[in-house]
T-cell receptor
Framework: QQKVQQSPESLIVPEGGMASLNCTSSDRNVDYFWWYRQHSGKSPKMLMSIFSNGEKEEGRFTVHLNKASLHTSLHIRDSQPSDSALYLCAASMRAEGADRLTFGKGTQLIIQP | EAGVTQSPRYAVLQEGQAVSFWCDPISGHDTLYWYQQPRDQGPQLLVYFRDEAVIDNSQLPSDRFSAVRPKGTNSTLKIQSAKQGDTATYLC???FGRGSNERLFFGHGTKLSVL
């Protein structure tokens, strides 16, 4: 069973709208969560990481983390066509940092002009 | 700053053939990772090195896969006797730093098709 579950599998959002992506870990040992973005045919690139309960904002991107439920969400406001990509959530234990990332299957985001 | 470089970009094999993938990490990055990303899935860690030492190869199918990083810089991942189930993109990544300061930088990957 996948230890990192992402939902939805795919999402279509109109340009300028808000995209909300979800991720939950079933491994209670994890402490860190990472969000990567992968454009078609390209390599994954880290967007944001979050390690503490609460919210973290960088530009149009906001990440939330609830450590009790091991749930993180990524919100993209004012979505642009260039945001169309596969969004990957990954989790790891504090002691391992980014050494043993467990990735989910991803959410395919399509921004419609 | 130069990124992580991988070659070849694509490989097409018949079952039973061997193939090698090469990775040049970002200069100064001590940790190097090999991930396998099947189509429509997230990357899955195969093996990772700190300098020239293998730290974890528990997910590497050891009977047919091998990986080396002899001088702690470039790395080679080899598949002996490829199977159709090995069809995937093989991503190399490198990093420097530990814990919350660490982030992975991925190469473009090698897309492998085994017919």
């Amino acid at each position: 069973q996948q230890k990192v579950q992402q939902s939805p599998e795919s999402l279509i959002v109109p340009e300028g709208g808000m995209a909300s992506l979800n991720c939950t870990s079933s491994d209670r040992n994890v402490d860190y969560f990472w969000w990567y973005r992968q454009h078609s045919g390209k390599s994954p690139k880290m967007l944001m990481s979050i390690f503490s309960n609460g919210e973290k904002e960088e530009g149009r991107f906001t990440v939330h983390l609830n450590k009790a439920s091991l749930h993180t969400s990524l919100h993209i406001r004012d979505s642009q066509p260039s945001d169309s990509a596969l969004y990957l959530c990954a989790a790891s234990m504090r002691a391992e940092g980014a050494d043993r990332l467990t990735f989910g299957k991803g959410t395919q985001l399509i921004i419609q002009p | 700053e130069a990124g992580v470089t991988q070659s070849p970009r694509y490989a097409v094999l018949q079952e039973g053939q061997a193939v090698s993938f090469w990775c040049d990490p970002i200069s100064g990055h001590d940790t190097l990772y090999w991930y396998q990303q099947p189509r429509d899935q997230g990357p899955q860690l195969l093996v990772y090195f700190r300098d020239e030492a293998v730290i974890d190869n528990s997910q590497l199918p050891s009977d047919r896969f091998s990986a080396v990083r002899p001088k702690g810089t470039n790395s080679t991942l080899k598949i002996q006797s490829a199977k159709q189930g090995d069809t995937a993109t093989y991503l190399c990544a490198s990093s420097f730093g530990r814990g919350s300061n660490e982030r992975l930088f991925f190469g473009h990957g090698t897309k492998l098709s085994v017919l």
